[in-house]
């Protein structure tokens, strides 16, 4: 099992039932995970408009494509052509730039995605900044057997599933125009070169 707090410091206070979920399971959960989470949220603070919600402190550009289930915490922004989509969660004061799609993620507070960034099925921690054109890939296209397998505690380990893309620590640095393959685990503070092939299926 692995222990997602040890790679994000604060996932469990955020998500205190996916205790002892994987981090591939909780993806592929991901939109019902935030369906249950909107109708808790304050409506004081938060607009709610059919399966999404948006903190009123955040900001959205013209152009950005949101759709549901979607909650989009404090202080957030959202450049102009971003496009979230399937299950996404952006703690506080996250920056989505322009061009970037997330697509049934979760996004830690005071991470950001610089421009032109693909974040697929991960699970991303706080303080992570993606540079412009780095690539989170949750499938792998090019393989007959298209399973995904992780390091996990240091066994290469099938994780039973076709889509997951990463879970990456707080603190995590990803440079310009990096790939992270499927099944991606980076521990807190990682720091990923530009240009660079993160591939851990072996």
């Known amino acids: 099992m692995t222990a997602?707090?040890?790679?994000i410091a604060h996932f469990y206070t955020l998500f205190p039932k996916q205790k002892g979920i994987s981090p591939?399971?909780?993806t592929q959960?991901?939109?019902?995970?935030?369906?249950?989470?909107?109708?808790?949220?304050?409506?004081?603070?938060?607009?709610v408009t059919g399966n999404i919600a948006i903190h009123k402190t955040a900001i959205i550009?013209?152009?950005?494509?949101?759709?549901?289930?979607l909650i989009i915490s404090e202080n957030?922004?959202?450049a102009s052509h971003a496009y979230l989509r399937d299950g996404v969660f952006l703690d506080q004061e996250v920056r989505i730039g322009p061009g970037v799609e997330v697509k049934s993620s979760i996004i830690g507070n005071n991470s950001a995605m610089a421009h032109f960034n693909f974040?697929?099925?991960?699970?991303?921690?706080g303080h992570v900044n993606f540079e412009a054109g780095a690539l989170v890939a949750n499938h792998y296209n090019e393989r007959s057997d298209k399973?995904?397998?992780a390091q996990v505690n240091g066994v290469r380990t099938n994780i039973g599933t076709l889509k997951f893309g990463a879970l990456i620590g707080d603190h995590s640095k990803i440079g310009a125009n990096a790939v992270l393959s499927p099944g991606t685990l980076l521990p807190m503070g990682y720091?990923?070169?530009?240009?660079?092939?993160?591939?851990q299926d072996n």
Request: hydrophobic residues 40%; contains cysteine.
């Open 119 to 125: 974040i697929g099925d991960s699970i991303i921690g």
């Open 29 to 47: 959960s991901l939109s019902s995970i935030i369906s249950k989470k909107i109708v808790q949220l304050d409506s004081d603070n938060y607009t």
């Open 4 to 7: 997602i707090d040890t790679y």
């Open 191 to 199: 720091v990923v070169k530009r240009l660079e092939l993160i591939e």
């Open 76 to 78: 957030c922004f959202i």
């Open 147 to 149: 399973t995904i397998w």
């Open 61 to 69: 550009e013209k152009g950005a494509v949101l759709k549901e289930p």
């Open 24 to 26: 591939w399971e909780i």
